[in-house]
C-alpha cells in the first residue's frame, strides 16, 4: 500500500526558503513520477513541479519557474521541493503526487495524472 508523508512547511518570512520533503512508503517508488501540487484556500489545487520516473526531466508551473526546484532520492523514497523567495502569495497546503510511469511536460500538471496523494503540509508566509 503506498502512502506519502509530506513535512517542512512551517511559518516563513518573506524571502526565505523552504525545502519541503515528501516520504514513499510502499512499493516502486524509483518506477514513479512525482510531483508536487498546492492549493490556498478558496483556490483550486494547482501544479508547482514534477519529476519524472528516472529524475532526468522536470517540469515546473511558469508561476514558479525559477524558485522552485524538484528532486528525488530513490534510496530514500524522497522526493523534495526547494522553494526560494517566498511570498505571502505562496501560503498554502503543498501536496505531493506519485503515478507509476513516465510523466511528460502534457502530462505532470494535470491532477487526474496522479494515482496517490499525501495528506499536505501548510506553509505560511508571513512577517
Known amino acids: 500500500q503506498v502512502r506519502l508523508v509530506e513535512s517542512g512547511g512551517g511559518l516563513v518570512q518573506p524571502g526565505e526558503s523552504l525545502r519541503l520533503a515528501c516520504v514513499f512508503s510502499g512499493h516502486g517508488f524509483s518506477a514513479m513520477s512525482l510531483g508536487w501540487f498546492r492549493q490556498a484556500p478558496g483556490n483550486e489545487r494547482e501544479f508547482v513541479a514534477g519529476?519524472?520516473?528516472?529524475?532526468?526531466?522536470?517540469f515546473y508551473s511558469d508561476s514558479m519557474k525559477g524558485r522552485v526546484i524538484i528532486s528525488r532520492d530513490n534510496a530514500k523514497k524522497t522526493v523534495y521541493l526547494q522553494i526560494d523567495a517566498l511570498k505571502p502569495d505562496d501560503s498554502a497546503v503543498y501536496y505531493c503526487?506519485?503515478?507509476?510511469?513516465?510523466?511528460?511536460?502534457?502530462?505532470?500538471?494535470?491532477?487526474?495524472?496522479?494515482?496517490?496523494w499525501g495528506q499536505g503540509t501548510q506553509v505560511t508566509v508571513s512577517s
Open positions: 503526487a506519485a503515478v507509476p510511469g513516465l510523466s511528460s511536460a502534457q502530462t505532470a500538471g494535470r491532477k487526474d495524472t496522479y494515482t496517490y
Open positions: 519529476i519524472s520516473w528516472l529524475a532526468s526531466s522536470t
